[in-house]
């Protein structure tokens, strides 16, 4: 059993069937890709697993528990985070008041900014969001406004601010799309040390074989809404049903 089981999952959109019949199995303390061409897919299945959308039928479980019914803040607070494919972030703040956000947030959903007690004092909640962006290289950036910075650095940000709510799994949608190889290069890196570090369970969606091959230790592929293959990176190399599902022709 995977830290994150789907089982059976079905969701239709009117006329258009966006997931037929399928089955993922996450293992805890591992990076799963899961890849396809356009229309396969696997936005759909990510919206499944953080509440976004519900199956039509299927089970989704997250560390024994169902999501199916809850809502993103109570997924959230299951332990499971999401990196969106456009950066998630307040331009119009700080970097270090972007990480203050989710550093005062409480259980109940409300925020401490917004006039609610925290259980940490203010100094121990900006150490705390101080040591978080030293962690993903970005202390010195503390005092820059969000919106100046480049796309690689706002997706940094991000990272930590999931992060630093200590999440169990973390979903990354299009982690690197729009970003310069340098910048691609270092958020591959940056995923390897918070995974060696928080021995974090890593599920991400990607169109860059560079990233995938980079990271992932099992991948899985979809197309037309149904997996056609799930292994590993080196079988999943060449494999014939991939390269059909991507070339649209069998090898």
């Known amino acids: 059993m995977g830290i994150l089981e789907v089982k059976d999952v079905n969701k239709r959109f009117g006329g258009l069937q966006a997931l037929g019949k399928v089955n993922l199995s996450v293992a805890e303390n591992t990076c799963h890709a899961i890849i396809g061409p356009n229309g396969a897919g696997k936005s759909t299945l990510l919206n499944c697993l953080v509440g976004k959308l519900i199956p039509d039928t299927g089970s989704v479980m997250f560390d024994g528990q169902s999501v199916l019914g809850r809502t993103p803040f109570e997924i959230n607070q299951m332990g499971i985070s999401r990196v969106f494919q456009t950066p998630e972030i307040f331009g119009d703040l700080t970097?270090?008041?972007?990480?203050?956000?989710?550093?005062?947030?409480?259980?109940?959903?409300?925020?401490?900014?917004?006039?609610?007690?925290?259980?940490?004092?203010?100094?121990?909640?900006?150490?705390?969001?101080?040591?978080?962006?030293?962690?993903v290289n970005m202390l010195d950036k503390r005092n820059m406004h969000s919106a100046s910075m480049s796309r690689g650095d706002k997706r940094r940000l991000e990272m930590a601010m999931c992060l630093v709510q200590n999440p169990k799994l973390l979903l990354l949608d299009e982690p690197t799309a729009g970003m310069a190889r340098a910048d691609t290069n270092n958020t591959i890196d940056l995923l390897k040390e918070i995974k060696e570090k928080r021995n974090i369970t890593i599920a991400i969606i990607e169109h860059d074989m560079h990233v995938v091959f980079s990271l992932a230790e099992r991948i899985t592929v979809l197309?037309?809404?149904?997996?056609?293959?799930?292994?590993?990176?080196?079988?999943?190399?060449?494999?014939?049903?991939?390269?059909?599902?991507?070339?649209?022709?069998?090898?």
């Open 223 to 251: 197309a037309q809404g149904t997996p056609l293959v799930e292994d590993t990176p080196e079988n999943i190399k060449g494999h014939p049903k991939v390269k059909e599902a991507y070339l649209g022709e069998a090898a």
């Open 95 to 135: 970097v270090m008041e972007n990480m203050l956000i989710p550093c005062f947030a409480k259980r109940d959903g409300s925020f401490a900014l917004h006039g609610i007690r925290s259980v940490m004092s203010e100094a121990e909640l900006r150490d705390q969001a101080e040591h978080m962006l030293d962690e």
